[in-house]
C-alpha cells in the first residue's frame, strides 16, 4: 500500500505552544477504504494521548475533497487559509484544526499507542 503519514512537533517550541502538525498521502487505488482514518487516527491518539498536546494542525487543498472529508470526520474545524504553489500555479489550501477538547467529544475509533514511554526524550518530554 502506498501510504505515508508524518506528525510534526514545531521543534523545540512543542513544549510551549503544544500543537503539531498532522499529514497523511494515501495512493489513489486506497482511497476511500479507511486508511487515511485509521493512519490520522494513530497520529492524533499520539499527539494528544501521549504528547499531551494541545491542537493538531493540518492544511488541505480545496479541491482534495477526500483529505477534505477525513478531516472533518475526525473533527478538524477550519482556521484560515494558506496559498501555495502546485504544478507552477498558486492553488488555496484550508488551514485546519482540531483541539484537544474537540477530539474528546470525536466518538472514533480508538488506536494503540505501544512503545512510547522509550520516545519520550526524543520529544524532550
Not at 499531551?52 to 477534505?68: K, P
Amino acid at each position: 500500500m502506498c501510504e505515508a503519514a508524518a506528525l510534526h512537533t514545531q521543534d523545540s517550541d512543542f513544549l510551549v505552544v503544544r500543537e503539531v502538525t498532522t499529514s497523511a498521502w494515501l495512493g489513489i487505488e486506497h482511497q476511500g477504504k479507511g486508511y487515511g482514518a485509521e493512519a490520522r487516527t494513530g497520529l492524533l491518539t499520539l499527539a494528544f494521548d501521549h504528547l499531551d498536546a494541545r491542537a493538531a494542525l493540518t492544511e488541505v487543498f480545496q479541491d482534495n475533497h477526500a483529505s477534505q472529508g477525513v478531516s472533518r470526520k475526525l473533527g478538524y474545524e477550519h482556521d484560515g487559509i494558506s496559498v501555495d504553489a502546485r504544478d507552477g500555479e498558486a492553488v488555496v489550501s484550508d488551514r485546519l484544526r482540531l483541539t484537544r477538547e474537540k477530539w474528546a467529544q470525536e466518538k472514533l475509533p480508538t488506536a494503540t499507542v505501544d512503545g512510547f514511554p522509550a520516545c519520550r526524550p526524543m520529544f524532550g518530554l
